[in-house]
Nanobody
């Protein structure tokens, strides 16, 4: 069991940088793989969330969506139960609510939303052109 809470969203300009954070509670956090997903306004269903990035429990393996590869970086701090998404060269099409999620299979970096068991409430990122 883990509870997740995102923070750090906001309004940024095209080309700027932003880091969103995810704080986790629960002693099992360090065993879980973690992912970031996003959902654009008007979409409500869980299956409409777009995969952004994922990281294994150890942090040694990461995976990114093609749309963010080279611009976004996922990282984690197991000592402080935190996961981060550093977004550089941000674009208007990155505008969305960003969610962190936990996958109990720690060695996996899956883009499949259905494998993530716990989700945060999301943080809004808006990019203006």
């Amino acid at each position: 069991q883990v509870t997740l809470g995102e923070s750090g969203g906001g309004l940024v300009q095209d080309g700027e940088s932003l880091r969103v954070s995810c704080a986790a509670s629960g002693h099992s956090f360090r065993n879980y793989a973690m992912g970031w997903f996003r959902q654009v306004p008007g979409q409500e269903r869980l299956e409409e969330r777009e995969f952004v990035a994922a990281i294994t429990w150890s942090g040694r393996t990461t995976k990114y969506a093609d749309s963010v590869k080279g611009r976004f970086t996922i990282s984690r701090d197991n000592t402080n139960n935190m996961v981060y998404l550093q977004m550089n060269s941000i674009k208007p099409e990155d505008t969305a609510v960003y969610y962190c999620a936990a996958d109990p299979w720690g060695e996996r970096t899956s883009p499949d939303y259905d494998l993530y068991k716990w989700w945060g409430q999301g943080t809004q990122v808006t990019v203006s052109s």
